[in-house]
Structures are given as structure tokens and as C-alpha cells.
């Protein structure tokens, strides 16, 4: 298990950082209790006018952590989207999946207009969130990294059809976690700690339509290319992970990514 001292932040600062000790004070709605769903998004006025069923996701229930990733509460899914409570500190944890075939190519999901938070735009495999659950939450480390696999393998599940017996748990590899702050309007946006998983398989495909508009392999080369390109948008925490890390891991797919595996320092962004 390897440690890397944590990356200089470049989001803009959190005053106050949200703790066990304030977090009912500043966010009275969130759950420290249980890991049941306050309330219900059906006739919520910032939800007017968006897709039903992305809607009803926003009932799902996020783990709320602390600088250090440590859960202290769950909330839905819209609270730790609003970027009024991104902005007062609130914090969730996230996963990005990135598969890759037996051809070392990266698939690719870009996402369903439908989508209330950085739709249709390109971004890796599967991005999403464990729900707060006993089986997708963990407080220890390795415990958080087996219930983000189970996450992953949930998710990629819904998303892109891929059956679960062709991305095994224990054939995901957990990288290291980062740290990040994103609008995605004025109204929603991402603050996570996003564990990163890697994982190398020739799955078969049945997209769900409302969660992805389309889907492509490509080599490093062919994603640098896509970002040249400039008329295409790539989510934020796709992008952090390119410039930072992703190409280097990926030259090492096929030896010896285990050099980079089971990080336990968190990267700040």
C-alpha cells in the first residue's frame, strides 16, 4: 500500500470544515442517525421541469464525510448536489470507474441529456455515488473500498447494462481517492472524495438511455485527440484526473500499476 503527501487545493476555501460536532447546526436535514432518506424530491420546486426518473434518483441517499473522509451523516442526493450547501462545505464520496478492454482501450460513456448535473457531457466508464447503506458504506479504508466496488459494479449495472459476473469485486483496482469542488450551473454542482477503480474487461453492453447518450473505446491517443479536439465538454473530475494522473497510470495498465495501487493519502484538487 503506497502513500503520496496530498496535492495543493485549488478549489476556493471552506471556512468551516464540516464535523460530526457542527454538521446538524449547519445542515439540520442531515441524517447522523440512520441511513433512511429524509423527505422526498416528488414536488420539489428546484426540481421543476427536469426528467422524472432523474428526479426520483435524487432521493438517493449520499454518505456525508468530513475533510477526512470519514462518514458523519447521509443526505439525498439533491442536498449534496446544491451548490448553496457545496458551498458551505457540505461533502460526499463519489467513485469513477475506468475500464478498459483486452485491447487497453478506455470506454467511455458520455452523458444523457437527462441528466440534472453536467449533462451530456464525456467523462470515464462510471461516475456516481455508494448509497448510504451497510453494504456500500464503510468507515475504514479497505471496508470504503469494498462498498465502492459494490457500488461500481451496482451502477455500471444501470447505466451501461454490464452484468455484474463480467466485472467481478475483486477484479476492480482501487488507486487512490481525490478531493474536488465543481459547479455544474448556478444552481447544482459536485463536492466528493472520488475513489478512483480501475478495472480491465471485454463486458457486453445494453446502455440505458437515460443515463447515457453515447459510448466510446479509445486508445490514449485517440482521448488526447478528443481533447484537442475543443469542441467537446468532459466532466470536471474527468478532466483533474487526465491532467494529473490518468495517462501515466495508463502506461502502466499491463505491468505494474500495482506500483500505484491502494493509495492512502487523499488528493486534494
Known sequence: ???????????????????????????????????????????????????DEQIRLMDEVCIVLDQDDTPIGTASKKTCHLMKNIDRGLLHRAFSVFLFDSKSRLLLQQRASEKITFPDMWTNTCCSHPLGIPSETGAELEASIQ???????????????????????????FLTRI?????????????EIDYILFIKAD????????????????????????????????????????????????????????????????RRM
Open 1 to 51: 500500500m503506497t502513500t503520496t503527501t496530498t496535492t495543493t487545493s485549488t478549489s476556493s476555501p471552506i471556512t468551516q470544515p464540516i464535523t460530526a460536532d457542527n454538521i446538524l447546526r449547519l445542515f439540520p436535514d442531515i441524517d447522523t442517525t440512520s441511513t433512511a432518506a429524509a423527505g422526498t424530491t416528488s414536488q420539489d420546486r428546484d426540481l421543476a421541469g427536469y426528467d
Open 147 to 173: 462498498g465502492v466496488r459494490r457500488a461500481a459494479q451496482r451502477k455500471l449495472l444501470h447505466e451501461l447494462g454490464i452484468p455484474a459476473a463480467q466485472v467481478p469485486l475483486d477484479n476492480f483496482k
Open 179 to 191: 478531493h474536488y469542488k465543481a459547479p455544474s450551473d448556478g444552481k447544482w454542482g459536485e463536492h
Open 203 to 266: 463486458v457486453d453492453l445494453d446502455v440505458n438511455p437515460n443515463e447515457v447518450r453515447d459510448t466510446r473505446y479509445v486508445s490514449d491517443d485517440d482521448l488526447k485527440a478528443m481533447f484537442e479536439e475543443g469542441t467537446l465538454d468532459f466532466t470536471p473530475w474527468f478532466q483533474l484526473i487526465c491532467q494529473s494522473m490518468l495517462f501515466e497510470w495508463w502506461k502502466h495498465l499491463d505491468s505494474d500499476l500495482g506500483t500505484y495501487e491502494e493509495e492512502t493519502a487523499i
